[in-house]
């Protein structure tokens, strides 16, 4: 246990300490503190040896180079194949490997990409995009409308000759100058014929990095069409079983069982309550309670501000944002918020307890998790 504990972040106290966790330079200190503190030597080791595995899977000669580029493409063309193959104008028994394999790769998304993925690779069109901004406004004029009229007590809608409620919609604009500026609530908005700039935030990566994400865009698009292939040879099976011979329907309900297993991950070894943050998540967390906390141990033992322990604690909740209780139970303090002993747990045994109550794990698995 002790040697998982020194591998954890590290995160040893700031040099400087700021009176409360609302100004901005208590954010940037906190922002420098998680950059320098969330990478251990775990984790870039971790990082090096699956930059070494990557290296050495595009070495193996064994891998087919279709593979290599994209491992959906080579599904899609071995499913390709079996079809052409086949005598009967549908597909021959050795693609039952392809589609295990991909299906085993790739789960569902080897039948239908996400809707995150469908869009990146057809993103809307800005009239699309205009078009679905309008419907959403519409709807929400007509939900505003609706309960202007069924609310009780609200102001009653301004009302035209025709009797039909009407709302007044006020244009919020965004001004580059003061607020001391006599034209700040000047309309400043674009004429109607300029259109906003659409930039790619993938233009302001590095070249790798861009390069990197059109060779996954890349892979999503094979990875569509796989889907429709694999869906043609579910539906061959689904013939086969219903319509074709003995033997036939038997090597289909084979196949269609083990599909229905590939769709099934592995649960080996998993524990009862799993994580639902990512490792990043949990660290980031725990830096920034580490943090707030290396500032709350500092006021209370600072020599400035109140000297009555009591309106100390206090003055600590409110700047820091930290409950009375969790600060006595703590800092072993009484009911009056007295010193009642001397300190039982370090600050990083406090960060830890906190991030496990926020995820619901143990202090141990806080710890597994710090030292990754």
């Known amino acids: 246990m002790k040697k998982k504990l020194d591998q954890e972040a590290s995160g040893s106290p700031p040099s400087v300490f700021h009176r409360n966790n609302t100004c901005s330079e208590y954010f940037l200190g906190e922002v420098e503190f998680v950059q320098n503190n969330i990478f251990t030597s775990t984790h870039k080791k971790h990082l090096s040896d699956r930059a070494q595995k990557h290296a050495e899977s595009l070495a193996d000669p064994n891998k087919p180079e279709v593979f290599k580029l994209s491992p959906s493409l080579y599904f899609e063309n071995r499913i390709a194949e079996s079809m052409t193959l086949a005598e009967n104008g549908g597909f021959a028994d050795d693609v039952a490997l392809h589609v295990i394999k991909a299906v085993s790769r790739f789960g569902v998304d080897a039948l239908r990409l996400s809707a995150h993925d469908y869009f990146q690779i057809h993103p809307l069109t800005p009239d699309e995009i205009d078009a679905r901004s309008a419907e959403t406004n ?18 009653p809608a301004e009302k035209k000759q025709t009797g039909k409620p009407t709302i007044q919609i006020k244009r919020l604009t965004m001004h580059d100058g003061s607020r001391d500026d006599p034209d700040f609530a000047e309309d400043t908005s674009p004429e109607p014929g300029d259109k906003p700039v659409r930039r790619d935030p993938v233009d302001y990566l590095h070249p ?18 796989l889907g429709h292939l694999i869906c043609m040879v579910l539906r061959f099976w ?10 036939q329907r038997q090597v289909a309900v084979k196949h269609m069982r083990q599909f229905s297993k590939a769709l099934i991950p592995a649960t080996r070894g ?9 490792p990043y998540e949990v660290k980031t967390f725990y830096l920034k309670e580490l943090y707030r906390l290396y500032h709350v141990e500092h006021c209370l033992k ?11 604690v206090k003055e600590v909740s409110k700047n820091f944002q930290m409950p009375v209780l969790l600060i006595r139970e703590f800092w072993c303090l009484d009911e009056d918020d007295s010193p ?4 039982s747990i370090s600050i990083r045994e406090m960060a830890r307890l906190v ?15 710090l030292s990754f």
């Open 138 to 155: 519409k709807l929400g004029m007509a939900l505003l409308a609706a309960s202007s009229q069924t609310v009780p007590g609200t102001a």
């Open 208 to 225: 790798d990095a861009r390069a990197a994400k059109e060779a996954d865009l890349e892979e999503l698009r094979h990875r569509e069409g």
């Open 238 to 247: 689904r013939e086969q079983a219903q319509h074709g011979p003995l033997k």
């Open 270 to 278: 998993k524990r009862e309550k799993t994580l639902t943050a990512s």
């Open 302 to 312: 600072s020599p400035d501000g109140p000297r009555n322990h009591a309106l100390r």
């Open 340 to 343: 009642n002993g001397n300190r």
């Open 355 to 369: 991030t496990g109550k926020q995820f619901k794990v143990t202090q141990h698995r806080i710890s597994n998790l």
